[in-house]
């Protein structure tokens, strides 16, 4: 079947909340990597350190046998600092939507692209590393925080992808 020329945008999967992903999940579609955007994916935008139920998330996908790179756009400092109680693999400025933050956990855990999942709660930055890069896209609905006109404006052009997946989703359910 001819791909879809919008498909690039549209995740592979959405969950309301990187809770609901378990390590099994991942597993199953042969992921051995999951690589995680930070700021409003992880936490609110702005905290410096992950939340006690993060690292029980991350501690819980790495016992069952997922390994962790975590890949911000955001500045060195600040992805230094939330990875001091992580210890996982980070790229910091990663510009995504470049897939080199893909490419780099991949050499440094020794896994090709479909092997890995990027999670990030933005279409056209977490989702198009993810597609760029050949690797499984999981997208998460933002946690709350304030938005800033520019952000409102992101988020009014991710809705068309946002229902194009319901509906191939729930096609895809009732076939
Ligand atoms: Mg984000």
Request: proline share 6%.
């Amino acid at each position: 079947m001819k791909k879809k020329k919008n498909s690039l945008f549209i995740p592979d999967v959405m969950f309301d909340s990187v809770h609901d992903i378990s390590p099994s999940y991942l597993a199953e579609r042969g992921i051995r990597v999951a690589v995680l955007d930070i700021d409003n994916t992880l936490v609110t935008y702005g905290m410096p350190e992950p939340t006690k139920e993060i690292l029980a998330w991350i501690e819980a996908l790495r016992a069952g046998g997922i390994s962790v790179a975590v890949a911000s756009n955001n500045s060195r400092e600040r992805v230094e600092r939330f990875n001091r109680t992580l210890s996982a693999f980070v790229t910091y400025r990663s510009r995504k939507p470049s897939p080199k933050s893909v490419y780099a956990a991949c050499r440094h855990f020794g896994v090709t692209p479909a092997q890995t999942a990027v999670i990030g709660d933005q279409i056209f930055t977490d989702v198009l590393c993810a597609r760029r890069a050949g690797a499984f896209a999981i997208l998460v609905t933002p946690l709350p925080y304030k938005e800033n006109f520019f952000f409102k404006c992101k988020r009014l052009m991710e809705k068309p992808f946002i229902r194009a997946y319901r509906r191939k989703n729930d096609s895809d359910n009732g076939s």
